[in-house]
């Protein structure tokens, strides 16, 4: 999978944070993995930010992470969508 420069970067922080999130709570890759249901290798392409890893997957750890409720930030302020809407109302 090819991917633009500015998304694999976005996988990358991502996997990144996960790795962090999971560090400071001082949990093992194998806790994490154990109590998400997925394999150890799994958790280090979740972690590497692998973007063939399913959201799923991502979810899970996510869960176990304590950090579900993050995903309901995803597209929740949506500037440019309002920008645009405003727009089309001005007229």
């Known amino acids: 999978m090819t991917l633009l420069?500015?998304?694999?970067r976005i996988f990358d922080q991502l996997g990144e944070n996960i790795k962090l999130a999971r560090l400071r709570r001082r949990y093992t890759m194998e806790q994490v993995a154990d109590r998400a249901g997925i394999t150890r290798a799994t958790l280090q392409k979740v972690e590497s930010g692998n973007p063939s890893t399913s959201l799923e997957t991502y979810v899970k750890v996510l869960f176990v992470l304590?950090?579900?409720?993050d995903l309901l930030n995803i597209a929740k302020d949506d500037e440019l969508g309002r920008k645009l809407r405003d727009k089309e109302l001005m007229k």
């Open 5 to 8: 420069p500015r998304v694999k």
């Open 66 to 69: 304590g950090l579900e409720k």
